[in-house]
């Protein structure tokens, strides 16, 4: 397949952004007649349509990397400052399925005094890896 010239690039990487093909071949360096009339045929261009697509997978999977790290903060947040019990516990939950711990771990509402602010970690049993990943 023949390489994209340095403006459909450009426009793929602004397509991705933005979803708006006028606008994309617009700061691609398109002149404003084929924008307005024809920047939709970039998108039926088959290598067009392959590169955008390839950056979409990196865009999204990089979006979801910096959710993913701000949703770890917003949980630790919630396990170790003063919020409600259900609340903590239900944090806890969701850090312990993150990391794969659900099954070594678990996590119980406790009695006051005994524990955590009201949640107990206890260690569940585990035979073996194997036994984890048949799972």
């Given at each position: 397949?023949?390489?994209?010239t340095?403006?459909?690039?450009?426009?793929c990487?602004?397509?991705v952004?933005?979803?708006?093909?006028?606008?994309?071949?617009?700061?691609?360096?398109y002149s404003?007649?084929?924008?307005?009339?024809?920047?939709?045929?970039?998108?039926?261009?088959?290598?067009?349509?392959?590169?955008?697509?390839?950056?979409?997978?990196?865009?999204?999977q990089?979006?979801?990397?910096?959710?993913?790290?701000?949703?770890?903060?917003v949980?630790?947040?919630?396990?170790?400052?003063?919020f409600?019990?259900?609340?903590?516990?239900?944090?806890i939950?969701?850090?312990?399925?993150?990391y794969?711990?659900?099954?070594?771990?678990?996590?119980e509402?406790?009695?006051?005094?005994?524990n955590?602010?009201?949640?107990?970690?206890?260690?569940?049993?585990?035979a073996?890896r194997?036994?984890?990943?048949?799972e």
């Amino acid at each position: 397949m023949a390489s994209l010239t340095q403006k459909q690039l450009q426009f793929c990487e602004k397509y991705v952004t933005n979803r708006d093909a006028k606008n994309a071949a617009l700061e691609a360096g398109y002149s404003e007649a084929y924008a307005n009339g024809k920047a939709y045929l970039l998108l039926k261009d088959e290598k067009i349509a392959q590169k955008i697509e390839e950056l979409e997978g990196k865009f999204f999977q990089d979006r979801f990397a910096k959710l993913a790290i701000a949703s770890m903060d917003v949980l630790e947040e919630i396990i170790l400052e003063n919020f409600e019990d259900r609340t903590r516990l239900a944090a806890i939950k969701e850090v312990f399925k993150f990391y794969g711990l659900e099954k070594r771990l678990g996590v119980e509402e406790g009695e006051e005094g005994k524990n955590y602010n009201g949640v107990n970690i206890v260690f569940n049993e585990v035979a073996s890896r194997k036994e984890l990943n048949d799972e």
